[in-house]
């Protein structure tokens, strides 16, 4: 292989190490860390002492909480043991070792069974045993006075169960003399409680055990301890740590498996999102998951039928801007929505978490949840911060002195003397340009500092029965541009949740709406202007085309002139109904409505055109893009407590409808520049309308069997049915199985783990989902005028075909398998997740193109290709130190996945047989061997493959195969990629940061000298060829371009890699003497820094942003203030 190939695997290999060595050196030090201060260790050294003050004794040292059934005799009990920081578990093992009680332990509580262990657990049924045993009643309420429907009441001893009603109140009959209650609800620490004193009056408290806290699902909720499913969850907390507008962007490295990359520095352009690899062959479909924001689908479509194509390949979403308007791309849909809205983000990706959504849910789910209203004291609160931002990286390129030396030394090595006469050898930048310039052109133009400003306000409260919360927003983002531009977004959200008095009814309301306004400007290629071009503007403030033409250059700023305006609006409303039919049936429906709209503009004034040039027209292009969607879900469910099991199921179906429409519209032939604004005054105008219309039905079900908080299944199922099929092909079914097994929780196994670790389950899943994402009506022929030019016919525009029909395609289905593992150690403190997966996508649909007799483009299919994507995920969490001063949690996640074109049946006659291998990535660009710089010419070299003396990229055959000289594959999927973060609080103070790191290649945009008056790399320069003999890495310089070859080859490409220190948080609250002092309940400040620094071997503006047009993302640096009243 290649020198820089070999190169980057070794690079891959020493990172891959790093990274390991770091992953490995971070977990021994959460271990140990956790160890020293969570093991709790024990020193006692007592002599016949009563075993109620030994645990009184144990519970000072290490935070043990211990409950007993019934009081233990002190008199008969005597306790002697000296131990010296002996762990825990082994002072309760040798405490309890000469004693006839037994004992468990739950969280950091310890329950003492005080009834002899020779007492049968299942004692005959005689009348004295009946009546011993004893009834209890109780009610179980939050914090706030709210009672916890459904909430667990079991027994410790005998495993008897019930549920919570309606009001919170349970009733359990026949317990033991030495049975304790065990009360969970999702979120909440599990309590343990004598049943002695009755009734009974329970609060829960919320926990701040990561395994118990509660995680958003379809449908409903779960926790980690749980839960069959693999969901990965990004909280607001985490969320609100990162000054971006985009909350895709919030999410790069938080979830492992989850891949985003921007498109450019523009945070409002398109990202492209992909979970656990890229699932389709046809490079015009996305890989997009289903974005759901409270329950509601936002459904954005390519009405078009087409998709923007990004740099390595993989399609990505225009977005909310389908008119493609807009230089950016698109517009990302998530960039209408208020990350300070939002409450968490969870990311589903297996069949378990996924299969309930059938069709939707193929290239997995994002559920995102906002904030909503909370019973307590009416509380006013204020968010306020101020910064700027700025690029970070540049291309380094070549000052004016080695521009001129690059120049005539190109000329001299082409044996060609230049001059400042037309013709041979013309340069006038030589004889006529200001030597004495020397401009940074990529200072000029995104050395400004932009101005970052965020304002939120919120007001909420209410009783339990009435909550409410009202927020708005303002965000403000001046680009670093030369020409002032900005990006704004105002957002307003309301939500109120009320129940009837005796908690049979509930109504939740929820509606969240954004507008976005957006000034751009953009100008390609600023890197390769040479420094001692004129000045931009001339004497009288005009563009100076005419100083540049002078000497001998292309004028590149005439986009200053030209901007781009784009306004988008996203209005998401929810409504839930639920009533409460029996105490153990809740029937429910979801109502739910979002409408996008987006207007975009570009113009081109006189102005921005050369006023030498002939040919001069003022045109103007607008985009409208509307879409809007609704969907019904009516829901039943059933909570069932059988003995010491619990089923879960419910039932629902799915009615959607989704209508999108695009308008794009061009004048030309403005008088002047201030008619452009308005599409009538233009003397030519042209238009093409698109429309799309999705209708979708859906019967869904799901079984969740709980036995014994050990042994979990849940079964997933789905029929849907969708518009985008030809009669007969609209149906199709889909289902999961997941199981779980808490390990931990058997006492054969927890009596022989190490005392380190406290939770081991063991899960898996399988499942079978779909996909119907090719647009719509493509089942049907297709005509339209989308060409202006076609001369109309008896005043009538002729219509051409566009698609031919074909009723007969069907769903693509994904086979999704999964095994994991979660690891628990020092009480829950530390958490460890290792997945395996394979998801295997098969019966795809394609766009394939026809022959050209019949008329049509092309035709959309089924194909049998089966691309898989299999993976290890890694995932470490823990809270290392929790004192009331000081604390330290910290994160870690890896993931490794592995894109393969698994096999493909009658491949050779596939539209795709000149662009993949079987076996190897659909990621993988086909190039030349690049075989370095030839020695005696100065000039690259590549391998003539099949010597045939020629170099010939023939797109008809295989890569290598006939005279295709493109053999060499290079993958651009990273070969892993994660992150890491950390939290600090000492006392009123508060530090947090996070990285994020990828391996993998990318393009090499700086590479290859571009010739004539384009300025080069500085390492192109200081490693060019210039004698015979010379071993160089960079070519003889040319007044020729020698990009093309290059950029097609081995060479071409480069590693990418990359750890990124993507943000750091320091916040200080306030004293709550000065807050009192200030008519506040909370006062605080903070700083935050945003993309502070790249570790990189790659050389250019940025390596997630290898397009060298595009503009780098820059770092953001901001202080604020927030309160609340």
Known sequence: MIRNITTAARSCRKLLLITALTAFLFFNQLLQAGAFLYSQTVTLSVHDMPLEKVCREIEKQTGYYFVYAKDPDEKKHLISLQVKNELVTSVLQKVFSGLPYSYSVIDKVVVINTVKRTTPAVPPVTNSTMADTMSVQGRVVNRQGE????????????????????????????????????????????????????????????????????????????????????????????????????????????????????????ELGPVKVEIRGRNVVNPSFTSDPLYIIDGVPLTIMDVGGTNKISTNGNSVSYGMDQSKTLFTGG??????????????????????????????????????????????????????????????????????????????????????????????????????????????????????KGQWTNAQADYSGGTSQVNFRIGAGYNKSKDITTTSGASSKTSFAVNLNTHSFDNRFNLSLGANYNYTAANLINISGIGTVPPLAPPVYDDQGNLNFIGWKAVGLSFPFAGLLQPYTTNASLLNTSLE?????????????????????????????????????????ASTSMGINKANNWVVEPQLEYNLSTGIGRWNVLIGGTIQNNATKSLSVGGQGYANDALLYTISNALTVTSTEQYGKYKYAGAFGRITYNY???????????????????????????????????????????????????FI????SYGLTGSDAVGDYQYLSQWGNLSPILTPYNGVAPLTPQIQSNSNFHWQSNKKAEAGLDLGFINDRINLQVVYYNNRCDNQLVSFPTPTFTGFGTVTANSPANVENSGWEFTLNGSIINK???????????????????????FDQSPFYSKYKIGESLNTLYVLNYLGVDPQTGNYAFEDHNHDGKIIANTQVQPGSHDNDFYVGISLSPAYMGGMGHQFRYKNWQLSTYFSYKKGMGL?????????????????????????????????????????????SSGGMTDASFIRLRTVGLSYNLSDKIARKARLNNLAVNINAQNIFVITKYRGGDPEVTNFSAMPPTRTITAGISCSL
């Open 147 to 266: 009672p916890l429907v459904n909430a667990s009441v079991m027994t410790s001893n005998t495993k008897k169960s019930t549920i919570t009603d309606l009001k919170g109140a349970f009733k359990l009959k026949g317990l033991n003399e030495g049975d304790v209650l065990l009360i969970s609800y999702a979120g909440y620490k599990t309590q343990m409680v004598s049943p002695k004193k009755q009734p009974l009056f329970v609060v829960l408290e919320v926990t701040d055990n990561e395994l118990d806290k509660v995680v958003v699902q379809a449908y409903g909720t779960t926790s980690r301890r749980l839960t069959t499913s693999n969901i990965g969850v990004v909280t607001a907390k985490d969320i609100e740590q990162q000054r971006t507008m985009n909350p895709l962007l919030a999410l790069q490295g938080r979830v492992a498996g989850l891949e985003i990359t921007p498109q450019s520095g523009y």
């Open 331 to 448: 517009l990302s849909p998530l960039f209408n929505v208020n990350t300070s809205d939002i409450e968490s983000i969870e990311v589903l990706k297996d069949a378990d978490a996924t299969a309930i959504y059938g069709s939707r849910g193929a290239n997995g789910v994002i559920l995102i949840t906002t904030k909503k209203g909370k019973p307590g004291k009416n509380r006013f609160g204020v968010n306020f911060s101020q910064g700027v931002n700025f690029i970070t990286r540049k291309w380094e390129m070549l000052n004016t002195s080695q521009y001129l030396a690059m120049r005539r030394e190109a000329f001299k090595n082409d044996g060609i003397t230049p001059t400042a006469a037309p013709g041979t050898g013309y340069a006038p930048d030589l004889f006529l340009a200001d030597t004495t310039r020397n401009v940074d052109w990529q200072e000029y133009y995104w050395g400004k």
């Open 708 to 758: 014994d908080n050990k042994y979990i299944l849940n079964l997933n199922g789905r029929r849907d049915g969708s518009s985008r099929f030809g009669a007969g092909k609209q149906f199709g079914n889909f289902g999961s199985v997941g199981v779980a097994w808490i390990l931990s929780d058997e006492t054969f196994i927890r009596k022989n783990l190490p005392g380190l670790i406290s």
């Open 1004 to 1048: 090499n945009s700086l590479r290859g000298i571009y010739g004539g008056t384009a300025n080069s790399s500085l390492w192109e320069y200081n490693h060019r060829w210039q004698n015979p003999g010379d071993i160089s890495e960079a070519p003889r310089l040319t007044t020729a371009s020698t990009v093309t070859n290059f950029g097609t």
């Open 577 to 617: 109904l639920r009533y409460n039919i029996l105490t153990s049936l809740t029937g429910r429906v979801s109502l739910g409505y979002n409408s996008s709209d987006n207007t975009s503009n570009s113009y081109r004034p006189f102005a921005a055109q050369d006023p030498t040039a002939t040919n001069r027209i």
């Open 761 to 764: 389950k063991l899960r898996g």
């Open 884 to 906: 009331k001063e000081f604390s330290w949690n910290a994160s870690f996640n890896i993931s490794f996945n592995k894109n393969k074109l698994l096999s493909y049946p009658l």
